[in-house]
């Protein structure tokens, strides 16, 4: 069964260091998506990406925030300048028609 | 109020039970409806998608939407150990920018 795959499993960081979280979407779907789900709270919609440009973006995703499909098979969000508070779940997820949506197995990421 | 609302439990149940699983939400403008199910540390794996009022029965799944209500639900017949995990409700407007807004989720244990 097709899935997403996400790398890294886990990354540990310093404060104000930058970020690349890396996604392989589902091959044949064309909308991809960032999520993150701090520890014990909601999962959070960061980003929508379709066509080569973001569709949505949360409030979350500031200045600090960046998507990129630099290929044909990746997608990537990379942060600039990591703060505490960005500690969490990062979730890459794709759909083929915008609903139905598929999620990796998440990227977890503390910052030190 | 919360734009989506799910009791988080845990709900403990025996083997074999059924199982009632709930979300109330505020939006109007949702349109579609999904149920996931998350174990520890993992990723969010879709069980079922709802687009309009009514059932949806997928083995043992059942999806249920009522729009007058802005209430769905999901039932999980003959339960087993297998399916202790968290259950995450996301719901979604029209326009196809796959932002979903999730509930809490309810944490399920089935005993055997």
């Known amino acids: 069964e097709p899935e997403v795959t996400q790398t890294p499993s886990h990354q540990v960081t310093q404060m104000g260091q930058e970020v690349i979280l890396r996604c392989v979407p589902i091959?044949?779907?064309?909308?991809f998506y960032w999520y993150r789900q701090i520890l014990g709270q909601k999962v959070e919609f960061l980003v929508s990406f379709y066509n080569n440009e973001i569709s949505e973006k949360s409030e979350i995703f500031d200045d600090q925030f960046s998507v990129e499909r630099p290929d044909g098979s990746n997608f990537t969000l990379k942060i600039r300048s990591t703060k505490l508070e960005d500690s969490a779940m990062y979730f890459c997820a794709s759909s083929a028609a915008g609903n139905t949506i598929y999620f990796g197995e998440g990227s977890w990421l503390t910052v030190v | 109020q919360k734009e989506v609302e799910q009791d988080p439990g845990p709900l403990s149940v025996p083997e074999g039970a059924i199982v009632s699983l709930n979300c109330t939400y505020s939006n109007s403008a949702f349109q579609y409806f999904m149920w996931y199910r998350q174990y520890s540390r993992k990723g969010p794996e879709l069980l079922m998608y709802?687009?309009?009022?009514g059932n949806k029965e997928d083995g043992r799944f059942t999806a249920q939407v009522d729009k007058s209500s802005k209430y769905i639900s999901l039932f999980i017949r003959d339960s087993q150990p297998s399916d202790s995990a968290t259950y995450l409700c996301a719901m979604g407007a029209s326009g196809n920018t796959g932002k979903l807004i999730f509930g809490q989720g309810t944490t399920l244990q089935v005993k055997p």
């Open positions: 091959s044949n779907h064309l909308y």
């Open positions: 709802t687009y309009s009022s």
